[in-house]
């Protein structure tokens, strides 16, 4: 706490008496001969305690009290009245003073009034500390609640999830022993394809979990767009070959090279393609499914676009498809991967925007700086 007080009053005389008890208690002491004058210097150093006369020309103390206590509700003001001054003594209370002490002053009446001030000032900080303390307590309180529910709905979608997969791994074990024992190579083929893809969609889901679970600083580095983009697609045409999905390829021919952290980037994309492929397979249509995956230069970013021309999503999906444990995708999803993609695209600067219509497929675009802003 400041130990500085003002001092006001137009008599010198009587300031250069106040002022030698006070220095005596430790407090550092400025002074204004009038109403004015103190208010410019209590706008200059904010003081904690005013001791002020009543009865001044100009802007008298009261005056001087209401305009103070406007400014600074907290500041403790202590007025100085004569005798027989009991009705201005008591309007000073009204209007919020701390006390009021009378001429002749008396040295021990003063320093219970200075000292009354002061253990105001400090039970209102302490009751501030506390407060801030309850706040912080509270809010701690409410996010570990918030996190305990939402581990509460991770693990049960987790465990759906797993439940479907496990479930989609007995019946590819039970084809692919029935296969073996009738030596039937369609059987057994059949199987294991079945049994590859559930072990690649637990492997996409503990990964996808150990993204949410474990924080990991962003690992910059300069990589060429083109290489990029080439290295996500060739993960993917695999794939799209098995799904029998038309995958177009739109990369212009850009030299450009963008401050990322590689991992991750691509990480998020994969995530999105492979939604795109889940659009596409969710169910049976009258043209031949197609993913177009692109990339651009756009001023400061790079662009990259991935569309499918599958379900589509209406304006409800859209508005949760970046919420954390929302599916679209009953069994076949956690709820994690477009969220995954859309936390690691923003720890970048970027952003996503998606357009979509029921039946008319999606469009991602996806923002990157070329550039890592500022940590």
């Not at 010198?12 to 008890?21: A, G, H, S, Y």
């Not at 706008?43 to 005056?63: C, S, Y």
């Not at 706040?135 to 991770?154: A, C, R």
């Not at 790079?302 to 954390?324: H, R, V």
Request: with cysteine; hydrophobic share 40%.
């Amino acid at each position: 706490m400041q130990n500085n007080i003002l001092l006001v009053d137009d008599e010198k005389d009587i300031r250069e008496v106040l002022v030698l008890p006070l220095a005596d208690w430790g407090y550092q002491i400025f002074e204004a001969e009038n109403g004015k004058a103190a208010l410019d210097k209590f706008r200059e150093i904010q003081p904690p305690i005013v001791l002020t006369d009543i009865k001044m020309p100009g802007m008298d103390g009261i005056e001087l009290l209401q305009k103070i206590k406007h400014e600074n509700p907290e500041t403790e003001v202590i007025m100085i009245t004569g005798h027989g001054d009991m009705e201005l003594a008591v309007r000073s209370l009204k209007n919020q003073a701390t006390d009021f002490i009378t001429k002749p002053i008396n040295v021990d009446a003063l320093e219970i009034a200075v000292q009354r001030a002061k253990d105001k000032i400090i039970t209102r900080e302490k009751l501030q500390e506390y407060t801030e303390s309850l706040e912080k307590l509270i809010h701690e309180k409410t996010e570990l609640q918030s996190h305990l529910s939402s581990l509460g709905l991770m693990i049960g979608s987790i465990s759906h999830g797993i439940k479907g997969l496990l479930t989609g791994l007995d019946g590819g074990m039970y084809i692919l022993n029935s296969g073996i024992a009738k030596k039937d190579q369609r059987r057994v083929k059949e199987g294991w394809e079945i049994v590859a893809t559930m072990v690649e969609r637990i492997r996409k889901m503990v990964m996808d979990i150990l993204f949410c679970t474990k924080e990991r600083k962003l690992k910059y580095e300069r990589i060429n767009v083109l290489t990029f983009a080439e290295e996500v697609a060739n993960e993917l045409e695999p794939k799209m070959k098995a799904q029998q999905i038309e995958f177009k390829k739109n990369f212009n021919s850009i030299a450009q090279e963008f401050e990322i952290d590689g991992t991750y980037v691509h990480s998020a994309l994969i995530n999105i393609i492979e939604n795109a492929v889940d659009a596409c397979d969710a169910e049976p249509k009258k043209i031949a499914p197609e993913i177009t995956f692109g990339v651009r230069d756009h001023q400061k970013s790079i662009i990259f676009e991935i569309s499918d021309n599958g379900i589509g999503m209406d304006a409800d999906t859209l508005q949760k498809i970046f919420t954390p444990l929302f599916s679209a995708k009953g069994s076949k999803g956690t709820g994690l991967g477009l969220f995954i993609s859309n936390t690691i695209i923003e720890q970048h600067g970027g952003i996503i925007n998606v357009n979509s219509n029921p039946g008319q497929g999606t469009l991602f675009q996806i923002k990157i700086p070329k550039k890592k802003g500022p940590d």
